[in-house]
């Protein structure tokens, strides 16, 4: 019987590094967290505060988009994850205040916990004051207490989605499209209260990375 013979396969010659490429997400997360850990690091060696300051309005002057790239893949409860849910936070304010100062305030209403008081907003709170709010709670994740700050952006989440979701229950007869809308942003405000708490008991133990 004559033997069998193989055709030569035919072998890509990209080089490794081309054909892991950036995309890997390996990579991106060792990126992610190398980057949030040396931010922080900066920001928190900077007695003058000048580090901060950019920090704080980086996403307003220049938008998001550089930041997802860098941390909108990383797990929730990781030190990217918790600082990428905090500039969420600090862009859904500054595009629309007016409501996000609505919920605000339904929320301080109907929640009976000590919630409104953590997290350190006026009563009642303007939209200018809850811009204020979250732009100090980032001041204090880079200058302050990171735990803390953690835990009162957490309350200000809890705050905000009680008042989503009574007024989602409002818009239920009339607008249930609106209502639907609403529901779904408790239930993300939900998760980030508790990705946010879990991330500041994992600083404390210092095992958040």
């Known amino acids: 019987m004559p033997e069998q013979f193989h055709r030569p396969v035919r072998r890509p010659t990209a080089a490794f590094d081309n054909l892991v490429g950036r995309e890997d997400p390996a990579e991106k997360s060792r990126v992610a967290h190398a980057t949030a850990?040396?931010?922080?690091?900066?920001?928190?060696?900077?007695?003058?505060?000048?580090?901060?300051?950019?920090?704080?309005?980086?996403?307003?002057?220049?938008?998001?988009?550089?930041?997802?790239?860098?941390?909108?893949?990383?797990?929730a409860r990781s030190l990217p994850g918790a600082l990428w849910r905090l500039y969420l936070l600090q862009i859904a304010i500054r595009s629309d205040a007016p409501l996000t100062a609505l919920l605000y305030e339904r929320g301080r209403h109907e929640l009976r916990t000590a919630d409104a008081v953590i997290a350190g907003a006026p009563a009642p709170a303007n939209p200018d004051e809850l811009v204020a709010l979250?732009?100090?709670?980032?001041?204090?994740?880079?200058?302050?207490?990171?735990?803390?700050?953690?835990?009162?952006?957490?309350?200000?989440?809890?705050?905000?989605?009680?008042?989503?979701?009574?007024?989602?229950?409002?818009?239920?007869?009339?607008?249930?499209?609106r209502a639907g809308e609403l529901t779904r942003r408790a239930l993300r405000l939900t998760a980030y209260a508790e990705d946010l708490t879990a991330a500041a008991g994992a600083w404390r133990r210092g095992n958040l990375v």
């Open 37 to 75: 850990s040396a931010l922080l690091e900066r920001a928190r060696s900077d007695e003058s505060g000048v580090v901060t300051d950019r920090l704080i309005g980086f996403a307003a002057e220049h938008g998001i988009d550089e930041i997802a790239e860098l941390w909108s893949h990383a797990p």
């Open 134 to 177: 979250v732009d100090t709670i980032l001041r204090g994740v880079f200058r302050g207490d990171f735990a803390i700050a953690l835990e009162r952006a957490s309350s200000y989440c809890r705050v905000q989605a009680s008042g989503a979701t009574h007024i989602a229950d409002d818009y239920e007869a009339t607008e249930p499209d």
